[in-house]
């Protein structure tokens, strides 16, 4: 069985430390306030105590023993929320995560969940780690995913809904101290013993009846000493070094397999090491996505041994991760001892032979190296320091073709597609990886220095060489979409969200251009293979990101020409024909958001008017049917994902947003007709609602229908609830008394 008493020493000592600060201590018995299975200190006479672990039914079948907790564990975090709807971001405040492992993503619709970790969260927004709490933020989306990482064991992952109008998210972790039991037993009658185990029955914990115990025999060999060493250690010991999950040995990551981390390994991964350092390059090269670490260390006789423990290590590292699959991910770096007949190379590549270790990519090229011995780098290969020398590589490699003037158009539209869709770690900042002792035994990175202006430059000119292009190209349209998406190369390079600008405009004139082929080639490709450059369509790909862009130019106070020129791509969405429900969602917040600094809602009122007549408008039938039918026709979109009612409010809601734009301003009076359509319709679909009832009465009263307007009024004020604010139910109430006595 697992060993549970040690987790729980911890727990114990808070628990009394808590009783020992109140005045007396009742005999009796006091659960623990932890999660899920509660802990029971019964406090009894006589001065004894018992520490009841876990409780819950049994039952007996046979000679059989079933157990069975008592506990309804809910969602392990605890969320609350704050609204603003003026809020371009989402503030989250993780409450105290510790050291545990966590890890927080976010969706928008269905696209694909982006995850980060949140140590690494930690580290770029509090260096110092002089705060408890984890204070970001995260861009706006329709879900969060919260996980908590249990390595060896089962992971908890939570997926969450966020509200509309959601500004501040509070996140706790409900720490379960126990975790879950799954024991049975079995009565033994040849020895009256009761055997209590795990599902795999190995180890159990063996019980006799209390009443059949034989006195315990006492060893007659006494200790010499008995000490509590704190660091204990001997001559050449190994130190031991803490991770998230306790301590280990630095060069045993082996004997981990018999730690209660760790689960047994499935997977039998081997490194296939090449015999000669031409082979081990070319096996690099033909990889593409993996680098070579070299170990140069000629004038050591135990060099080949050292090297052979270490890749034994990784090899039994990566295959408890692997579990019982192949994983490339975790499969980044081949492994080479450089030998004497390869000193020339070395000599070459002003590379020692003596204790130096490089890491190549599949070019050959240096990109770290470190006067150290394989042994002492251990820790470091992991798969975050893979990431990093992704990274690293990819500014690297970046940077050279850039720099190229003899660079073909092919490589650098496959250099910007590189860096764009590589996700690096976006707060590992280069010239934090370069040190400059030269006693450090730290793998010392290449420094990377990109010219932002030039890097621009070279892409505005890309984007204007292909204006022309009778059929699209595959990467272009790929990068040019996660750049207007802010997940590009400037992303990942410079770790920067940018208001779109001329180039970015551009860009999307050349998705719009080719709309059709690429959407096609979203399918498939020329030779008929399956690929994903997006989810759903292109139409809500480019709405979506017109949509972010709205909400940083807004931060950004930028001016009426990213306006006019975004108003232009949704007008080319609907004119192509392509303007669906999504598109016309994104248009038209996005015009509401641009009203509200505005002195009319001129171009908000004609473009919702335009879809309200090609897709709401009650002269096309039922108006709930005709949600519907819109409704079951577009599964795929965005606002199906939550289902029919918040797709059938979102449309009452949008009719009457538009409807009291023509109450509140009088430069919008030219619509008050097509208002009262917008509002008789929004309470079609949403009855007795006194918000929407308000809205129409007003438009009746200005229309000159002044008694079919105080009736109005009266239902708004007759179905007032708790749920409406005391000031807007007051103004309510007003309205029906101005009306009533003409002063309205």
Not at 263 to 290: G, H, M, Q, R, Y
Request: with cysteine; aromatic share 12%; proline share 2%.
């Amino acid at each position: 069985m697992r060993n549970y008493i040690g987790s729980f020493l911890l727990f114990f000592c808070v628990v009394f430390a808590s009783y020992s600060q109140t005045k007396t201590i009742e005999k009796g018995t006091y659960l623990s306030t932890n999660k899920g299975q509660k802990i029971k200190l019964n406090l009894l006479k006589d001065n004894k105590y018992e520490l009841v672990f876990y409780s819950g039914n049994y039952e007996i079948k046979g000679d059989s023993l079933l157990f069975t907790q008592n506990t309804n564990k809910g969602n392990a975090f605890d969320l609350s929320f704050k609204n603003d709807k003026k809020a371009k971001k989402i503030k989250v405040n993780f409450v105290d995560p510790s050291y545990y492992s966590f890890y927080i993503g976010t969706q928008k619709g269905t696209e694909a969940v982006q995850y980060q970790r949140l140590s690494d969260i930690k580290e770029n927004v509090n260096p110092d780690g002089d705060k408890v709490d984890v204070e970001f933020e995260i861009d706006r989306a329709d879900f969060v995913y919260l996980v908590f990482e249990q390595y060896g064991g089962d992971s908890k992952l939570s997926k969450f809904a966020l509200p509309k109008d959601v500004s501040e998210i509070t996140v706790k972790y409900r720490l379960d101290a126990l975790g879950d039991l799954n024991i049975s037993g079995f009565f033994d009658n040849k020895t009256n013993e009761l055997l209590v185990s795990e599902q795999s029955g190995k180890n159990p914990l063996v019980f006799r009846n209390e009443k059949n115990l034989q006195p315990e025999k006492i060893s007659n060999v006494v200790a010499l000493e008995d000490k509590t060493i704190s660091n204990w250690t001997y001559p050449g010991k190994e130190p031991l070094v803490s991770d998230d999950f306790g301590y280990q040995a630095v060069d045993s990551i082996a004997a981990a397999a018999d730690s209660v981390y760790y689960p047994s390994a499935k997977f039998d991964f081997k490194f296939k090491i090449e015999n000669n350092l031409k082979s081990a390059l070319n096996a690099t090269k033909i990889t593409k996505n993996k680098f070579l670490v070299i170990l140069a260390d000629t004038k050591n006789p135990s060099a080949k041994a050292d090297f052979d423990s270490f890749l034994k290590d990784k090899e039994t590292e990566i295959g408890y991760i692997m579990y019982d699959t192949y994983l490339p991910e975790y499969d980044i770096f081949n492994y080479y001892l450089a030998t004497a007949e390869d000193k020339k190379w070395l000599k070459a590549n002003k590379i020692a032979d003596d204790q130096t270790v490089i890491i190549l990519n599949n070019d050959g090229e240096v990109l770290a190296s470190s006067k150290s011995a394989l042994s002492n780098l251990k820790p470091e290969f992991d798969y975050y320091f893979a990431k990093r020398v992704q990274k690293v590589n990819t500014l690297y490699s970046f940077n050279k073709v850039i720099k190229d003037k003899k660079a073909t158009d092919a490589n650098l539209i496959f250099a910007f597609n590189n860096a764009a869709v590589n996700e690096l770690p976006y707060d590992d900042d280069q010239s934090d990886d370069v040190n400059n002792d030269e006693k450090s035994t730290s793998l010392k990175f290449v420094k990377v220095t990109l010219d932002k202006k030039e890097v621009s430059q070279t892409w505005k000119k890309l984007i204007e060489a292909h204006q022309k292009d009778t059929k699209p190209n595959k990467y272009l349209a790929e990068t040019i979409l996660k750049e207007i998406k802010n997940q590009g190369f400037n992303k990942q390079l410079f770790n920067e969200e940018r208001v779109l600008n001329d180039t970015d405009f551009l860009a999307i004139d050349y998705l719009l251009k080719h709309y059709d082929a690429i959407e096609k080639m979203n399918i498939e490709d020329e030779n008929g293979h399956a690929i994903v450059l997006f989810k759903g369509n292109l139409s809500a790909e480019i709405a979506s990101s017109l949509q972010q862009n709205a909400y940083i130019a807004d931060e950004n106070l930028s001016g009426n020409t990213i306006q006019s020129k975004t108003i232009a791509v949704y007008k080319k969405l609907i004119a192509a024909g392509k303007g669906n429900y999504d598109c016309y969602k994104n248009y038209l917040d996005y015009l509401s958001l641009q009203s509200e600094k505005s002195p009319d809602d001129i171009t908000f009122l004609k473009e919702f008017n335009s879809y309200f007549n090609s897709y709401l408008s009650t002269d096309k039938g039922n108006a709930i049917e005709t949600l519907d039918e819109m409704f079951s026709a577009n599964n795929n979109s965005d606002w199906n994902y939550d289902g029919w009612s918040p797709f059938k409010e979102y449309h009452s809601n949008l009719a009457n947003t538009a409807a009291w734009a023509v109450v509140q301003k009088l430069s919008n009076s030219n619509f008050i007709k097509d208002a009262i359509g917008w509002s008789e319709y929004s309470l079609i679909v949403t009855k007795n609602n006194p918000y929407y009832l308000d809205t129409l009465a007003q438009l009746y009263y200005k229309d000159g229908q002044k008694e079919k307007a105080i009736q109005t009024q009266t239902l708004a004020v007759k179905f007032l609830s708790n749920e409406v604010e005391q000031q807007t139910a007051f103004e309510i109430r007003e309205t029906l008394t101005k009306m009533e006595n003409g002063t309205y």
